[in-house]
């Protein structure tokens, strides 16, 4: 499986552009990208996912680089409930035969009042 | 809109006991996985359903059974705890059939400890 690798720790103030990075040097033609987010004491939920272009959505943007091997989520104006891991996770073709997601150690985001 | 639940959210449970952690979601999923977290390893695949009456391992089964009788419900059984089952235990499921681009959605958790 294709691995990802991401900063342990960020900070961020409330309600200034969070910019999480993710490298991803060894990812496949085929490989989706996606993030999912862990608040605390809670299960991971989805975040975003895109193959090549830059995705919005209601929660992020994503911003992939234009030779896949890194890739940047952005939240826009982070709120204290933006406090969470953060997971960046490649879709390979094996993984989804099974559906599974492999979960790296994430991004933990602190953001400050 | 319940989504998924998953019970009870925290056990505490002896060394040899046999110990079932329960998922429903109701959604009419057709997959349905078991994830255990644990500092230092994140989350692992244990088990995982494609349908009802259909299960498959992940990374970690040993020591686990799973069925899925229901296309609602997904248990999980430690049949004999051990205090490396320690953990926090995560169901998710997702509409589509494990392709690249389908979303898993997670339960709240179990929190399990063996003493």
């Known amino acids: 499986d294709a691995k990802t690798t991401q900063p342990n720790s960020m900070e961020s103030n409330e309600e200034e552009p969070v910019h999480l990075p993710c490298n991803h040097s060894t990812i496949s033609g085929t490989d989706y990208i996606h993030w999912y987010r862990q608040l605390p004491s809670q299960g991971p939920e989805y975040v975003i996912h895109?193959?090549?272009s830059n995705v919005n959505n209601r929660m992020a943007s994503l911003a992939i680089a234009e030779d896949r091997k890194s890739s940047t989520l952005i939240l826009h104006r982070a709120t204290l409930r933006d406090a969470a891991v953060y997971y960046c996770i490649l879709r390979d073709t094996f993984s989804g035969n099974t559906g599974k997601l492999i979960f790296g150690q994430g991004t933990t985001l602190q953001v400050k009042p | 809109d319940a989504g998924i639940t998953q019970s009870p959210r925290y056990k505490i449970t002896e060394t040899g006991r046999q110990v079932t952690l329960m998922c429903h979601q109701t959604w009419s999923h057709s997959y349905m996985f078991w994830y255990r977290q644990d500092l230092g390893h994140g989350l692992r695949l244990i088990y995982y359903?494609?349908?009802?009456?259909?299960?498959d391992k992940g990374e970690v089964p040993d020591g686990y059974v799973v069925s899925r009788s229901k296309t609602e419900n997904f248990p999980l059984t430690l049949e004999s705890a051990t205090r490396s089952q320690t953990s926090v235990y995560f169901c998710?499921?997702?509409?589509?059939?494990?392709?690249?681009?389908?979303?898993?959605?997670f339960g709240p958790g179990t929190r399990l400890t063996v003493l």
């Open positions: 895109g193959l090549t």
């Open positions: 998710a499921s997702s509409a589509t059939s494990g392709t690249r681009t389908d979303t898993q959605y």
């Open positions: 359903s494609a349908a009802a009456d259909i299960t």
